[in-house]
Structures are given as structure tokens and as C-alpha cells.
């Protein structure tokens, strides 16, 4: 079946780099893209970007274009998301999923708890 | 890129039909046959309920319907149970970038 495993909560101080990490199971994982997408506390879903397993293409959120990273490693079928330069306002759970860029997101991982605070 | 526009809120009755409206514009809602929906219990990731404007993925029940007319699409939920009161999200492709509703809280009666 089907699984995503994203890494532990973390707790960071303001300006600050987190890396979440998204390990994938049971299918092949250079079939598909992984979208990153986040929930402030109480808020909406944010999109934050998208990376094709495949060939490393990457899109991402304008708003987070320059502090925003997403690679994967294909050995270990594992996706990450690096957020630099941390806010108080980048609180939030990141959630990875499978698909995306037009291809339907039918798989999330469990969520990443980041919190941002001095 | 702008969130699209969904009410806050929504309610039914057991059994009843509602309808959840999504609106945004033709640089995506309206350009692209690519809308999604997701449904959100409190504490639970996001599962998707529709994607592609009216396709439901396997295991969705048929009660969850999707349309999309101009800039607008829809999600109608028939034959309410208790389950289904959850937070809904609308989603669409924009050309290289994905916006999100801001989500409708479904209460069901």
C-alpha cells in the first residue's frame, strides 16, 4: 500500500532552516511528483510547491520563491522541503503528497509539525 | 495568485443534498479542467474527494459530485450523514502553480 513518512515535529528560532523529510512506499516513486503543502494553525491549506520525482523539475509558491528548496532522493525514495530564513508566520503542519501539476494528489503523509518561535 | 473564493460556511440536514461553491477566474478555475477537492477532518491530513472537476478517485462514495461551470466549480454532497461534516477545500492548477479555497465548514444537522 501506498505510504508517506514524514519526519518528526520540529521547534526552530526565527531565521532559522527547517528540512522536512517524506518517505515513500509501495509504489514506484519516480512515477510520480510530490506536492508540498502547509496549514497554519486554525488556517487553510497553502500550496507550496511541487517537484517531479522524476527529472528534480521543480514549481513553487511565488510568495515562497528564494526561501524554499524541494529535492528528492530517488535511492531511498525520499522527498524533502527546506524552508530557510523562518517567521513566526511559517508556523504550521507541512504535509507532503503524491501527485500533483495536473496529476490528481491521492496520498498524503502524515504531517510535520513546525513551530517558529524565539 | 489569489485563493479561491468558497463560503465559510455550510449545513444540511441528515439525507440532504449541499452544495459547496468554489470561484476564481479564468487563469484557473475557468482555464483548466483540473479542480480538486479535499476533505479535512480536525486533526486528520487532507483526503481527496474529486479531482479533474467531477472524477472521484476509488473508494469516494457517489454521494460526493463534482461540476465546474465558467470560473466556478462545485461540490455537491447528496444524501448527508453525520460523517461528512468535515472542512472542504477546493484546489486548482493555474499554470505551474496550484491555489487552494480558503475551505467550507460543513455542519451537518
Known sequence: ?118 | QSALTQPPSASGSPGQSVTISCTGTSSDVGGYNYVSWYQQHPGKAPKLMIYEVSKRPSGVPDRFSGSKSGNTASLTVSGLQAEDEADYYCSSYAGSQEVFGGGTKLTVL
Open chain 1, 1 to 118: 500500500q501506498v505510504q508517506l513518512v514524514q519526519s518528526g515535529a520540529e521547534v526552530k528560532k526565527p531565521g532559522a532552516s527547517v528540512k522536512v523529510s517524506c518517505k515513500a512506499s509501495g509504489y514506484t516513486f519516480t512515477s510520480y511528483g510530490i506536492s508540498w503543502v502547509r496549514q497554519a494553525p486554525g488556517q487553510g491549506l497553502e500550496w507550496m510547491g511541487w517537484i517531479s520525482a522524476y527529472n528534480g523539475n521543480t514549481n513553487y509558491a511565488q510568495k515562497l520563491q528564494g526561501r524554499v528548496t524541494m529535492t528528492t532522493d530517488t535511492s531511498t525514495s525520499t522527498a524533502y522541503m527546506e524552508l530557510r530564513s523562518l517567521r513566526s508566520d511559517d508556523t504550521a503542519v507541512y504535509y507532503c503528497a503524491r501527485g500533483g501539476d495536473t496529476a490528481m494528489v491521492n496520498y498524503w503523509g502524515q504531517g510535520t509539525l513546525v513551530t517558529v518561535s524565539s
